[in-house]
């Protein structure tokens, strides 16, 4: 069975960092992409970044340009958020996706 795991959320302050962790399991990882989407309360679900499974980073907000990097360890079927800098406005509840699953989602709560 397709699993995938967010884990990292919590609640922090304006300019303080978070790592986020998917891991997947059930399908072979390494093969595809992966992707962390969000969902703020009210709003749609958008992309946020996506990486290759050759390690290729493709961003999709430029809102976190700068801020946000992905990553991948492929060992541990595990794909990373690292999310500095963080603002209220990346409040949300934070998906990966691949291959058409989606994970429960871990929430990031920025706020003073």
């Known amino acids: 069975q397709v699993q995938l795991v967010e884990s990292g959320g919590g609640l922090v302050q304006p300019g303080e960092s978070l790592r986020l962790s998917c891991t997947a399991s059930g399908f072979t990882f390494d093969f595809y992409a992966i992707a962390w989407f969000r969902q703020a309360p009210g709003k749609e679900r958008e992309g946020v970044l996506c990486?290759?499974?050759?390690?290729?980073?493709?961003p999709i907000r430029n809102s976190v340009k700068g801020r946000f990097t992905i990553s991948r360890d492929n060992a541990k079927n595990t794909v990373y958020l690292q999310m500095n800098n963080l603002k209220p406005e990346d409040t949300a509840v934070y998906y990966c996706?691949?291959?058409?699953?989606w994970g429960q989602g871990t929430q990031v709560t920025v706020s003073s």
């Open positions: 996706w691949s291959d058409g699953y």
């Open positions: 990486i290759s499974g050759s390690d290729g980073s493709i």
